[in-house]
């Protein structure tokens, strides 16, 4: 059991079709900091209509939405999900035990596509091919940049992570590991989004979270 309360992160962008259902699968404990990226559909809205804490980030950007939620969470523990609905909040609890029981400092969660269109094939060899020059930078043998994951909110803090763009979790994993943390690769459950992704969904997104995250990496081998 985890004590206390949990906090979920949930950058938003346009997500108002995805909300009703992610905020409706929380687990118990579990409160819900949606940060609304510039939504023109409601989302920010509906989001505090189902009971959760909204706050507005101007500047867009995946790291810059991510770090408002960090900065507003009040939680011992800290997790991360995208708001399309391509991930379970359940899921999380399995990634924050681990953190509980004292066997990790960050858990991150594997996607493992529960279709065939679930998740691009262009966007799926970006992650191949960077989650490889992960390991070499970081040497910690994961597989995935995926958005879900879960710390301790002071150990995330003190990271004084920097990106604001599709580099942030990369920049996490990095910064982690140069602190000595212990590192977990857990798998979840990846279904298809509802709505088009800005990032991942696109080529252009794509090639701009590759540009973000190589940027990193080069810094990381120097």
Known sequence: MIPGTVDIVLPCLDEAAALPWILGRLPKGYRAIVVDNGSTDGSAEIARELGATVVTESRRGFGAAAHAGLLASTADYVTFCDADASMDPLDLEALVAPIARGEADLVLGRRRPTTRGAWPLHARLANFALARLMR???????????????????????????????????????????????????????????????????????????????????????
């Open 136 to 222: 070499r930078a970081s040497g910690v043998r994961l597989h995935d940049l995926g958005p879900m994951r879960a710390a301790r909110r002071e150990g995330l803090l003190g990271l004084d992570l920097q990106d604001r763009r599709s580099g942030y979790p990369l920049e996490m994993v990095l910064r982690g590991s140069e602190a000595g943390w212990r590192i977990l690769e857990l798998d979840a459950p990846y279904a298809p989004r509802v709505g088009r992704s800005k990032v991942t969904g696109t080529l252009r997104g794509t090639l701009r979270a590759i540009q973000d995250m190589s940027r990193l990496l080069k810094a990381a081998r120097r």
